[in-house]
C-alpha cells in the first residue's frame, strides 16, 4: 500500500524559505514513474495543486503563482519528492500536502498528511 509522509512546514517571514519532503513507501521510484504534486489549501479557498513532477522523467509543472520561486526534485535513492519554496510571500500560507498517482495537473489517489506553512508579514 502506497503511503506519503510530508514533513518540513514552518514559519517563515516573508522573502524567506522553506523545504518540504515528501517520502513514499510501499514503492520505488524505480517501480512505478508515478507523478508526485504538492497541493495547497488556504482557509477558505479550495485545494490548489501547485507543483509536480514526473518521478522517472523529470517533467515538471508549476502553477504560475509560484513559477520562479518554488522548485520541485527528487532524490530516487531516497524515494522523497522536495518542493524548494524561496520568497516565500503571506499569500503562500496554506496546508500543503503531497500526492501520487495522478498526473502532472490532476491529482491522483495518494494523499500524505499537510503540513502547514505559515508566512509572516
Known amino acids: 500500500d502506497v503511503q506519503l509522509q510530508a514533513s518540513g512546514g514552518g514559519l517563515a517571514q516573508t522573502g524567506g524559505s522553506l523545504r518540504l519532503s515528501c517520502v513514499a513507501h510501499?514503492?520505488?521510484?524505480?517501480?512505478?514513474?508515478?507523478?508526485i504534486g504538492w497541493f495547497r489549501q488556504a482557509p477558505g479557498k479550495e485545494r490548489e495543486g501547485i507543483a509536480s513532477?514526473?518521478?522517472?522523467?523529470?517533467?515538471?509543472y508549476y502553477v504560475d503563482s509560484v513559477k520562479g520561486r518554488f522548485t520541485i526534485y527528487t532524490d530516487n535513492a531516497k524515494n522523497t519528492v522536495y518542493l524548494q519554496m524561496n520568497d516565500l510571500k503571506p499569500e503562500d500560507t496554506a496546508v500543503y500536502y503531497c500526492?501520487?498517482?495522478?498526473?502532472?495537473?490532476?491529482?491522483?489517489?495518494?494523499w500524505g498528511q499537510g503540513t502547514q506553512v505559515t508566512v509572516s508579514s
Open positions: 500526492n501520487a498517482g495522478g498526473l502532472l495537473r490532476t491529482p491522483g489517489r495518494y
Open positions: 510501499g514503492y520505488t521510484f524505480a517501480e512505478r514513474n508515478y507523478v
Open positions: 513532477i514526473s518521478t522517472n522523467y523529470g517533467s515538471a
